[in-house]
């Protein structure tokens, strides 16, 4: 039972790249999140998905872009990569957000944009 | 949507002490969860607390949810203990910016 898989752990850019963060369950988890986390802080909603092929936009959705095909994948895609963007990305799930179950979250992508 | 407040920001200890860690939100809330970010920024689960109290070997947490806080004791702290310390409302999926917590040796 590997939990909550993302990918790659570090990523280097340059400003105008485009590239997916993978992000992989194997809970069978209807609820998926995104989120960055900015030095000396706590980490911001980016998207999140309630179930495959529904999403919805988080506190900081700008320049990000998300699907769910699957279940078990929510990919997170950097369309044109901005110094603004470098952050560590850590992705989530959960069984489902109400009714009360705990978030479990992968290990982070640090993204760095130069 | 809810805010959410930790206190305090940050925290020096020495080995061996207790600490308490609080968080506050501003609306009521049906799940709540407290993460540690070891130094490596791995996030581990601590607790999933949406009211009552759990414990887990030195640590415990309480959440009151009609007062709309939420505490986190450590005792007889440990130097593996350093990081940071988040509470989160999963509900709203908002954290708290934090506790830093830096033990002493």
């Known amino acids: 039972n590997a939990g909550v898989t993302q990918t790659p752990k570090f990523q280097v850019l340059k400003t105008g790249q485009s590239m997916t963060l993978q992000c992989a369950q194997d809970m069978n988890h209807e609820y998926m999140s995104w989120y960055r986390q900015d030095p000396g802080m706590g980490l911001r909603l980016i998207h999140y998905?309630?179930?495959?092929?529904?999403?919805d936009q988080g506190e900081v959705p700008n320049g990000y872009n998300v699907s769910r095909s699957t279940t078990e994948d929510f990919p997170l895609r950097l369309l044109s990569a901005a110094p603004s963007q470098t952050s560590v990305y850590f992705c989530a799930s959960s069984y489902s957000v109400v009714g009360g179950t705990e978030a479990f979250f992968g290990q982070g992508t640090r993204l760095t944009v130069v | 949507g809810i805010q959410v407040e930790q206190s305090p920001p940050d925290l020096i200890l020495q080995e061996g002490a207790n600490s308490t860690l609080r968080c506050n939100f501003s609306d009521s809330v049906n799940n709540l969860q407290w993460f540690h970010q070891n130094p490596w920024g791995q996030l581990i689960n601590l607790f999933y607390?949406?009211?009552g109290t759990k414990q887990n070997g030195r640590l415990s947490a309480t959440t009151v949810a009609t007062e709309r806080y939420s505490l986190l004791y450590i005792s007889s702290s440990q130097t593996t203990d350093s990081g940071v310390y988040f509470c989160a409302v999963v509900d709203d999926m908002r954290f708290g910016a934090g506790t830093r917590l830096t033990v002493k040796p």
């Open positions: 607390i949406p009211s």
């Open positions: 998905s309630v179930g495959a092929g529904i999403t």
